[in-house]
Each structure stands twice: as C-alpha cells, then as structure tokens.
C-alpha cells in the first residue's frame, strides 16, 4: 500500500536560517509528489510538485523540494526561513497508475523565530 | 473565479441527525475529491468525482456516507444518523488534471453534540 511519512511532528529554525521539512514515501510505480502548506483558520494551500525530470523543484514563496528515487525522499527546503512561513506542512503523493486518490502525511509544524 | 467554495463553514449538529455539505469546485476542474481531516492529522482521501462519474470511494466511506455531482459541477456529501466520531473537518478539492495540485476550499468543520 502506498504511504507517506513525514518522520517530524515539528520543526523549529531561526529566521534567516535554512529550513528542511523531511517526507519519505511507500509506493509501486512512480509517484507524483506534492507539497502543501495550511495556514491557520485558511484551507491548504498547493506549494509545489514533482511529476518527472529535474529532481529539484521550485515553487511557491520561495520554497523548493528536491525528489531522491533511491532514498524515495522528497524533502522541502528554503535558504532562508521568515517568521511568516511559520505554518502546517503536507507532504502528498499520488500514484499515476490505477487509483485516484492522492495520500497525505500527517503533516509536520513548522516554526520560524524571530 | 474565486477559487473551490465550500458551504457551511460550520456545522453543529446533535447526533442521529443527517447533515449536507455543498461542494462548488473552480468551473473548469472535472476532478473533485473529498477529504476529511481531525486534528493532528493529514487529510485522508474520501471520495472522488470525474466529471460525474464517482469513481473511487475509500473504505472510510461508510454506508452512513453518500457523495453525489449530478451534473458535474458542484457536489455534495451527506452524512445520515451522524455520530460523534464523523466530527471532522471535511475538506473539498478540484483539480484539472491528476498530476496538477489540488486546489482545495476552506472546509466544513461538522461537530456532532
């Protein structure tokens, strides 16, 4: 069965600082893979995706994701962490055969001090 | 466009009651998905719509559970003798196609009292 993995429930980084969010995932064949962001009170919010080609992937506000197939990781990264990226983060993916859904992690916190 | 609508936004209901969340998805999407989502959790998949066509439902989908979208545009979900574990956020998604991001609306957040 297919599965995500987002090993930490919470991270904590200076702002300023680089920031990685850590997701694995668990399927047969080859995934899409996405990133999103909920915002409190706010629906999620899509930040980007990796379909095929280069393994790093940039997307909205800054972020990037960088897609390993031997480590089957795909990872969130930002050079520079703001205080405004201080969110909940979902790692996502979906199998392009067979199946409809796309799964979800279970998220990971992010917090981004001052 | 404004974007995936979702109506209510919240939802109070006593249990044994039957609810009904209005799904209306970005007009060009043909994918629309649900999804339910508690606290501390990722959202997990519920249903899913191309066009009108429901061609996956998820094993969470109880028989309590039916989601329709008659004419392919705007969906709904409806729960019949809710009970206090349905308490959820229930999200509602449209995509175009299965390898764009999901566009996702605010939620329904049901309490079953």
């Known amino acids: 069965a297919q599965s995500v993995a987002q090993p930490e429930d919470q991270v904590n980084v200076a702002e300023g600082n680089p920031l990685t969010v850590k997701c694995t995932y668990s399927v047969s064949g080859n995934p899409y893979l996405f990133w999103y962001v909920q915002y409190p009170n706010r629906g999620l919010q899509f930040l980007l995706k990796?379909?095929?080609?280069?393994?790093l992937v940039k997307g909205s506000y800054g972020f990037e994701a960088e897609f390993n197939k031997s480590q089957t990781s795909f990872h969130l990264k930002k050079p520079s962490a703001l205080v405004s990226d201080s969110a909940l983060y979902f790692c996502a993916v979906h199998l392009n055969t067979g199946g409809f859904k796309t799964i979800f992690g279970a998220g990971t916190r992010l917090f981004v001090k001052a | 466009d404004t974007g995936v609508s979702q109506d209510p936004r919240h939802k109070i209901t006593k249990r044994g009651q039957n609810v009904t969340f209005r799904c209306d998805p970005i007009?060009?999407?043909?994918?629309l998905y649900w999804y339910r989502q508690t606290l501390g959790q990722g959202p997990e998949f519920l249903t899913y719509f191309q066009n009108e066509a429901q061609l996956e439902k998820s094993r969470l989908l109880s028989d309590r559970f039916s989601a329709e979208r008659p004419k392919g545009s705007f969906s709904t979900l409806e729960i019949q003798r809710t009970e206090q574990g349905d308490s959820a956020m229930y999200l509602c998604?449209?995509?175009?196609?299965?390898?764009?991001?999901?566009?996702f609306g605010s939620g329904t957040r049901l309490t079953v009292v």
């Open positions: 998604a449209s995509s175009h196609q299965e390898n764009y991001g999901y566009t």
């Open positions: 990796y379909i095929t080609g280069d393994n």
């Open positions: 007009s060009e999407h043909n994918r």
